[in-house]
């Protein structure tokens, strides 16, 4: 018989396969509730900034109005948070020229020190009672 790259039945010469053992079943999973798990911006850029590699974090509105942030001291949030609409708006106008849809994370590298920038689609808030 041919060597082929596709599954074929058995050789009736084979011996049978082992009878498989039957899943252990397992009682209800206890489920995920992540509207008790909300992290707040503080807690995400610090746990962000936490990360091997990772040399500071920031969160901005769209606007580019700063929500919080933990970068180096020799930076300024605010100026940085001020600019990510202006660097997206100009590379998003590039890529829609190019036809390629619209931008939705950057990465580039200035000196030696590589950034990595997201956007993400909506911020959710609820009300604390």
Same mark, same amino acid.
């Given at each position: 018989?041919?060597?082929?790259?596709?599954?074929?039945?058995?050789?009736?010469? *084979?011996?049978?396969? *082992?009878?498989?053992?039957?899943?252990?079943?397992?009682?209800?999973?206890?489920?995920?509730?992540?509207?008790?798990?909300?992290?707040?911006?503080?807690?995400?850029?610090?746990?962000?900034?936490? %990360?091997?590699?990772?040399?500071?974090?920031?969160?901005?509105?769209?606007?580019?109005?700063? =929500?919080?942030?933990?970068?180096?001291?020799?930076?300024?949030?605010?100026?940085?948070?001020?600019? %990510?609409?202006?660097?997206?708006?100009? =590379?998003?106008?590039?890529?829609?020229?190019?036809?390629?849809?619209?931008?939705?994370?950057?990465?580039?590298?200035?000196?030696?020190?590589?950034?990595?920038?997201?956007? =993400?689609?909506?911020?959710?808030?609820?009300?604390? *009672?």
């Amino acid at each position: 018989m041919a060597d082929t790259n596709y599954y074929t039945r058995k050789m009736a010469s *084979e011996a049978p396969a *082992e009878e498989a053992v039957p899943a252990v079943k397992r009682g209800p999973s206890p489920g995920t509730s992540f509207l008790q798990r909300y992290a707040t911006p503080n807690e995400i850029v610090s746990k962000a900034a936490t %990360l091997d590699g990772v040399g500071g974090a920031l969160i901005a509105l769209p606007d580019g109005l700063l =929500v919080a942030s933990k970068i180096p001291a020799d930076m300024n949030a605010d100026t940085l948070a001020a600019f %990510l609409p202006q660097i997206f708006g100009r =590379v998003t106008q590039a890529t829609r020229e190019l036809r390629m849809g619209d931008l939705n994370n950057l990465n580039f590298t200035v000196g030696n020190i590589p950034w990595k920038i997201f956007r =993400v689609g909506a911020i959710t808030s609820r009300r604390l *009672e």
